[in-house]
């Protein structure tokens, strides 16, 4: 009977833990619907007395990517903004033959009357936070535009998001992100819908009531100042822009996000790049809790609440492991559930505890209707996105709790970088992209075993208890079952 407290004990922790993120959830809903009333004039940039105008620099991080780089050179040579007070670093740390033929295309450029240099390390030493600092030393910019290789931003870009710096409180600008590639692929859309769920509720339900948020590492800017001021990029952690958002933010500086300017990107359409991606993301959030968690604890400038949604906002990709520990556990209760009578009114309270999905299904109806709008069609729609989105997120949840794992330990690794592939539609092929990991790793075995696993759970459903079944939990295996399958055979089958 030891055996079986244990596993109620965490299995019960989980469920609790589950319910008090979704209930967070709930309340930044609340703190976004609220925003959404309030109306605000957006300032505009006075280009009438050139003095004026602020220095801008871009920053291009980039590492090996052939795919992309000509598009991105161009797309960033379109943005409108007086030339004499605009300046572009190509951060290029690659290896490959992309080195030479950016500099062919920036020789080009410079040849319009571009500022636009090619700066290069001896080493990768800080990966994407090193090459950001190393270009800061020259950088002519009173404010630093940041763009990742994969990312378009429009031709106005700057002259709606400068103007709000003339708050000189305010230290960094960022901007939702959009995709080119939406409706690319089932991997694509789950993606898509995970993002707008962080850049519609997460991000303005922070923002809006002077919460911590994130600058994400791209689409965004800073003011020069607020970067030196919090202690300048670190490369010690795999999410470098959660971890300088943080410090800044506990040094006053206050963060605007502006939902209605979105800059384009490209998805991963691979599911070794989605893996990849996933994984730094989710390690680098573990980190900069280890990291951050006490001084956001025992800082005197914010207020309990603050300190609240930041842990909370720190421990996001730590509910991976929640999420695993239930899946994983929950077989085993089924069975201890019609074994042992005496604990029929723990498992109704249990039941309880299904709420924590009715609140994540009524958080992301809110902002799936901000991007595809309302209506009962829609409505259908969105719960088939709904429970893809969850079984193909719970079929990363191994991949994650490792992720986590690693985090909260301190396991370092390298900053592995994610493959772009210049895809737009179905007419694209990603199939000869060097860069595509070709070995799929253990995790990818353990994962089919899961899917194994929850086929069996499912099979039980109809095994258990005298009354001819037990079918409670049979839904979530049935997703369990779908989403690990589906990691699995995808990462064993899409490859070049």
Not at 1 to 6: D, F, P
Not at 115 to 126: K, L
Not at 174 to 183: A, D, L
Not at 310 to 317: A, D, E, P, Q, R
Request: net charge positive.
């Amino acid at each position: 009977m030891v055996l079986e407290y244990i596993i109620i004990t965490l299995y019960t922790i989980s469920l609790v833990l589950i319910l008090l993120y979704a209930i967070a959830q709930l309340n930044l809903l609340i703190n976004y619907l609220k925003a959404q009333k309030k109306k605000e004039n957006a300032p505009m940039l006075d280009l009438s007395d050139i003095n004026k105008v602020p220095y801008v620099t871009i920053q291009l991080p980039v590492y090996n990517e052939l795919y992309v780089m000509e598009r991105l050179l161009n797309n960033i040579a379109l943005l409108e903004y007086p030339r004499e007070k605009l300046e572009i670093q190509v951060l290029d740390d690659s290896t490959d033959e992309s080195v030479e033929s950016t500099a062919i295309q920036i020789e080009e450029l410079q040849k319009t009357g571009l500022d636009i240099q090619h700066i290069r390390r001896e080493n990768r030493q800080g990966f994407k936070a090193g090459a950001l600092k190393e270009g800061l030393k020259t950088a002519k910019g009173e404010f630093i535009a940041i763009f990742d290789a994969d990312f378009l931003p429009k031709k106005n870009w700057l002259l709606e998001t400068v103007p709000y710096f003339k708050d000189p409180k305010i230290g960094v600008v960022q901007t939702r992100w959009g995709h080119i590639n939406r409706n690319y692929s089932t991997l694509t859309k789950i993606q898509a819908f995970a993002l707008d769920a962080h850049f519609t509720l997460e991000q303005v339900g922070r923002n809006s009531q002077g919460h911590f948020i994130n600058f994400n590492g791209t689409a965004g800017i800073w003011r020069k100042e607020c970067i030196y001021d919090a202690g300048n990029w670190e490369g010690d952690t795999l999410t470098e822009d959660l971890d300088l958002s943080y410090r800044a933010q506990l040094k006053n500086w206050k963060f605007k996000y502006l939902e209605n300017v979105v800059t384009p990107a490209e998805l991963p359409v691979v599911i070794s790049a989605a893996r990849s991606q996933q994984f730094r993301w989710n390690k680098g959030g573990a980190e900069n809790f280890q990291k951050m968690l006490k001084r956001i604890i025992t800082s005197p400038n914010i207020s309990f609440k603050t300190k609240l949604h930041g842990t909370l906002h720190l421990l996001n990709s730590s509910m991976f492991t929640c999420i695993f520990l239930v899946a994983v556990l929950s077989i085993p209760m089924l069975y201890i559930k019609n074994e042992y009578a005496h604990l029929k009114i723990y498992f109704l309270v249990m039941s309880f505890f299904i709420v924590s999905t009715f609140i994540f299904f009524i958080c992301y109806w809110f902002m799936y209707k901000r991007t595809y709008g309302g209506g009962f069609w829609n409505f259908i729609k969105y719960i088939g996105a709904f429970f893809a989105f969850f079984s193909i997120a719970m079929g990363f949840s191994l991949h994650n709790t490792i992720a986590v794992l690693e985090g909260h330990l301190g396991k370092k690794s390298e900053f592995v970088r994610t493959p772009k592939f210049n895809i737009k539609s179905l007419k694209d092929s990603w199939k000869n992209n060097k860069y595509i990991r070709k070995r799929p790793s253990l995790h990818v075995i353990i994962e089919g075993l899961l899917a194994l696993y929850f086929a069996f759970g499912m099979y039980s459903a109809f095994t258990v208890g005298d009354q001819g079944g037990d079918f409670g939990l049979f839904p979530f295996h049935l997703m369990l079952f779908v989403g690990f399958g589906y990691v699995f055979f995808k990462s064993i089958f899409s490859k070049a």
